[in-house]
């Protein structure tokens, strides 16, 4: 069983920045890739960044320049870098990742951006 915890949202002013921690339980975190995605209001939830084992990434348009991920292995934790945040990136974050079939999502942190 894979639990995933989201922790560091919150409220940022405009021009601001965030870091998103996601922190897996079991052993089989290093091995596969993982990935944030984000939901806003009244709209679909949308693929943020994937990192695999090998660390690497990709990023959605909108973000490419502005966010960063990376992992920590040893900590089992995926981190989520906003810098030079948008009104436009207000929503929920996940992490997410798939093992054996399963899909496994955390239980997301609310990112808000004031203009």
């Known amino acids: 069983q894979v639990q995933l915890v989201e922790s560091g949202g919150g409220l940022v002013q405009a021009g601001g920045s965030l870091r998103l921690s996601c922190a897996a339980s079991?052993?089989?975190?290093?091995?596969?890739?993982v990935s944030w995605y984000r939901q806003a209001p009244g709209k679909q939830r949308e693929l943020v960044a994937p990192?695999?084992?090998?660390?690497?990434?990709q990023y959605a348009d909108s973000v490419k320049g502005r966010f960063t991920i990376f992992r920590d292995n040893s900590k089992n934790t995926v981190y989520l870098q906003m810098n030079s945040l948008k009104p436009e990136d207000t929503a929920v974050y996940y992490c997410?990742?798939?093992?054996?079939?399963?899909?496994?999502w955390g239980q997301g942190t609310q990112v808000t951006v004031s203009s």
């Open positions: 079991g052993n089989i975190f290093s091995i596969i890739t």
């Open positions: 997410y990742l798939r093992w054996r079939g399963n899909d496994y």
């Open positions: 990192i695999t084992s090998d660390t690497s990434t």
